[in-house]
């Protein structure tokens, strides 16, 4: 999620290379996210190729950003401790 919130998309093939998954793996990930709204899946041909590009929905911004909060909060408690 961290990849495609700071990018407006991200092709199949950039997310599997930045994260060295393998296409099954990869594509199981991505499965779970579009249950949950929280990506959506764009398919189209460039020229006679097929590509495919995922995009954060605001669903998904906003789940993020809420763990994100929460990781923040569990840190500065440690801290604390």
Same mark, same amino acid.
């Given at each position: 999620?961290?990849? %495609?919130?700071?990018?407006?998309?991200?092709?199949?093939?950039?997310?599997?290379?930045?994260?060295? %998954?393998?296409? +099954?793996?990869?594509?199981?990930?991505?499965? @779970?996210?579009?249950?949950?709204?929280?990506?959506?899946?764009?398919?189209?041909?460039? +020229?006679?190729?097929?590509?495919?590009?995922? $995009?954060?929905?605001?669903? +998904?911004?906003?789940?993020?950003?809420?763990?994100?909060? @929460? #990781?923040?909060? #569990?840190?500065? $408690?440690? +801290?604390?401790?």
């Amino acid at each position: 999620m961290s990849i %495609l919130v700071v990018n407006e998309q991200v092709e199949f093939k950039q997310l599997k290379e930045i994260l060295s %998954l393998t296409d +099954g793996n990869l594509a199981s990930h991505i499965k @779970a996210l579009e249950k949950t709204d929280y990506i959506v899946t764009n398919k189209e041909f460039v +020229g006679r190729k097929p590509r495919t590009t995922y $995009q954060a929905t605001k669903k +998904g911004r906003d789940a993020f950003r809420k763990h994100i909060e @929460a #990781l923040e909060t #569990l840190i500065k $408690q440690q +801290g604390d401790l």
